[in-house]
Each structure stands twice: as C-alpha cells, then as structure tokens.
T-cell receptor
Framework: ETGVTQSPTHLIKTRGQQVTLRCSSQ?????VSWYQQALGQGPQFIFQ???????GRGNFPPRFSGLQFPNYSSELNVNALELDDSALYLC??????????????FGPGTRLTVL | AQTVTQSQPEMSVQEAETVTLSCTYDTSESDYYLFWYKQPPSRQMILVIR??????QNATENRFSVNFQKAAKSFSLKISDSQLGDAAMYFCAYRDLYDKVIFGPGTSLSVIP
C-alpha cells in the first residue's frame, strides 16, 4: 500500500457525459500526476499538478482538465466523454523539493467505462 | 521525443530461477531517471527499482537488480530466485527532468511452480 487513494474504484458513464475522478496524495507529497492506461498498454501521462498549478501535460485534448487543492489532493475532469476514454486512470503522488522530484507512488486506479 | 521499448511482450521463468527483462529507450537528454514498475492483476502499480542516469553503479533492491548501459540506452531488470508473487506485468519507465514519464508497453511475467 502506497498511501495514495483514488475514488471511485469503478465508474460507468455514457458518451457525451462528464466525469470527475479524485485522488488523495500520500502524506508529505506535494505533486500529483495523472495517467491513462488503456487495456493491455502502458500508462500514458496526462498531466502533473504542483502547487495547485498544471506543471506539464501529455498529448491529451483540453477536455481533460484537472485541479489540485491546498491539501495536495487532486481531481481529473473529463468532458464530452468518448468511447476511447474507457481506461484505467491512475494517479501518482511525489515530493518535489528545490526543483527535484522524488519517486512517484501510484494509487490503485479508477476503472472508467464509457458506453 | 523520448520513447521506451520493451521487446518481450511475455516471459516465463521457473520458480527459484533467474530472469532478465529487457528495456531500451531513446532520448537526447543526459540527465534523467529510469524505473521498473510491477503491476499485478490487482492493478496497483508498485515501484520495483529506480536508477539515476548520472550514477554509474547499477541499482539493486534485494532480489532485483538492473543492468544500466547509458551509451547503449539499455536498462534491463534481473530478478533472482523468482517467486510466485513476482508474476505480474512489468513496465519500464523513463522520466525526464521536467517530470514527464514515458512508460514502455510492458512485459507479462509468468512464474512456473
């Protein structure tokens, strides 16, 4: 167990809907990254949040957005859901100090199914 | 753009034997980090081992060790004395200094009793 928690565990939505996924970072960590893992593939980096601001983004459209709160927890929001958004969504927390980021620790993930 | 390749989609090993998983990557950077993560069927991604590119010494964590060849851009994982609990998907990952992480496609490891 890493101390990183995610909710919900599973979620079913229909195409066009919006979804919010939540992540609580490990105690002492100030950085959260989100990943999308399609079935049978490696995770793909969506974006990272540090000090409540987006701090790097992968090749994902603007309908993927996020927030980080003062307690360093984070949300991933996806608008206008598409069938291809069906995946396991992982968040990972880490500690960034003086510009150097320590190892990321992953949560158990949220399985999103879009029908 | 950085890429990570794992050329072995599936591997198997006899319990108590040694297995090596391959990983190559492409980057123009000189400073970066490399990781091996394990993802069992429970889907929790677990850190196995980490290597800083500026360190010449290969990282070791108990039964897990790496062979880091910076010039060849190779980062293989050796698992010694394989155990049934080692069965999982193993992902090689590259992280640049801007914290962007690129994962390989994974290697599914089976452990035969």
């Amino acid at each position: 167990e890493t101390g990183v928690t995610q909710s919900p565990t599973h979620l079913i939505k229909t195409r066009g809907q919006q979804v919010t996924l939540r992540c609580s970072s490990q105690s002492g960590h100030n950085t959260v990254s989100w990943y999308q893992q399609a079935l049978g593939q490696g995770p793909q980096f969506i974006f990272q949040y540090y000090r409540e601001e987006e701090n790097g983004r992968g090749n994902f459209p603007p309908r993927f957005s996020g927030l980080q709160f003062p307690n360093y927890s984070s949300e991933l929001n996806v608008n206008a859901l598409e069938l291809d958004d069906s995946a396991l969504y992982l968040c990972a927390s880490s500690l960034k100090l003086a510009g150097v980021t320590d190892t990321q620790y992953f949560g158990p993930g949220t399985r999103l199914t879009v029908l | 753009a950085q890429t990570v390749t794992q050329s072995q989609p599936e591997m198997s090993v006899q319990e108590a034997e040694t297995v090596t998983l391959s990983c190559t990557y492409d980057t123009s950077e000189s400073d970066y980090y490399l990781f091996w993560y394990k993802q069992p069927p429970s889907r929790q991604m677990i850190l196995v081992i980490r290597q800083e590119a500026y360190k010449q010494q290969n990282a070791t964590e108990n039964r897990f060790s790496v062979n880091f060849q910076k010039a060849a851009k190779s980062f293989s994982l050796k698992i010694s004395d394989s155990q049934l609990g080692d069965a999982a998907m193993y992902f090689c990952a590259y992280r640049d200094l801007y914290d962007k992480v690129i994962f390989g496609p994974g290697t599914s490891l089976s452990v035969i009793p």
